[in-house]
C-alpha cells in the first residue's frame, strides 16, 4: 500500500527546515548504508550528531506522527529518527530493499518507509523516487512538505539528480501488523469506520464496524 499525505508539513515550518539544512555540511552517505545498500548509494547526509538535529526532528516527527494518514495506515509500534539527505547533480540511489532490521541497541523491524519531500520539484531535475509494484513502476516527485508512506519491503530507486539538489527526510516505522495486506485491509476499514461514525454514529451498522475493526486489530496485533 502506497499512502501520499499532502502538506505534511506547513510552510512556515518548512522554512526553518530548509533555513538549517541550507546552511549544513552534509557527509557522505555511505556511512550509513547497509550490506547492500552501500554498493548503490550516493547521497548525503546530515550528520547525526548536528547540533540542530533535535530541532529538525521535533518538526519533522512532530508532524508526521500525529498525521492521522501515519496513525491509521502505518499503526506505528516504533518509530526511528529520520535521516536528511541530499542528492546533488549526478548523485542517486539505485535499486534496493531497506534492511529488515535497522538501530543498534533499540533495534526495530522496518515495516513502512517514508520519504519527506523537502524542497520543490522544480528546484532539480531528475530525483524521482520510483517503486516497483506488481502493477509496474510508480514514479514519485512530490512538493516540499509532501510524503510517500510505502512498504519497506519493496523495491526501489532514487534516479539520478542530473541538476539541481533533492533534499529530503526518510524514516521507517515498525507497525504493529506485520502483513503489509493486513494494514491495508484495516487502513481501508478505519476511513468506513471514521465516515460512519461521523454520518452515523449510533447507528447498528456502525458498531459493526467499529467492532470489526477493533477486534481484528486486536486479533493481528504484535506488540
Do not use: C
Not at 548523485?91 to 523537502?118: A, C, E, K, W
Not at 485491509?185 to 447507528?203: G, K, V
Amino acid at each position: 500500500m502506497l499512502l501520499r499525505i499532502k502538506g505534511l508539513i506547513p510552510s512556515d515550518k518548512l522554512s526553518i527546515v530548509r533555513g538549517i539544512l541550507d546552511a549544513a555540511e552534509f557527509i557522505d552517505g555511505k556511512l550509513s548504508a547497509g550490506k547492500e545498500a552501500v554498493h548503490v548509494k550516493d547521497n548525503e547526509e546530515l550528520p547525526q550528531n548536528h547540533p540542530e538535529m533535535a530541532r529538525l526532528n521535533n518538526i519533522v516527527m512532530g508532524q508526521l506522527v500525529n498525521h492521522p494518514t501515519y496513525q491509521f495506515g502505518v499503526l506505528p509500534h516504533r518509530i526511528a529518527a529520520p535521516f536528511y539527505a541530499r542528492y546533488t547533480s549526478g548523485r542517486n540511489y539505485g535499486y534496493h530493499v531497506d534492511d529488515p532490521v535497522m538501530g543498534t541497541q533499540d533495534r526495530y523491524r522496518t515495516d513502512v518507509s517514508i520519504t519527506v519531500f523537502l524542497n520543490e520539484p522544480d528546484e532539480y531535475d531528475g530525483g524521482e523516487l520510483v517503486i516497483k509494484t506488481a502493477s509496474g513502476e510508480i514514479k514519485h516527485k512530490l512538493p516540499a512538505g509532501d510524503a510517500i508512506l510505502y512498504p519497506s519491503g519493496s523495491l526501489h530507486q532514487v534516479t539520478p539528480v542530473t541538476s539541481g539538489a533533492r533534499l529530503v527526510a526518510v524514516t521507517w516505522a515498525q507497525s504493529m501488523i506485520r502483513d503489509p495486506a493486513q494494514r491495508e485491509l484495516l487502513y481501508n476499514l478505519s476511513l468506513a469506520r471514521e465516515e460512519m461514525m461521523l454520518e452515523r454514529p449510533n447507528s447498528e451498522s456502525t458498531q459493526k464496524i467499529s467492532t470489526t475493526y477493533i477486534n481484528l486489530l486486536r486479533m493481528w496485533a504484535e506488540i
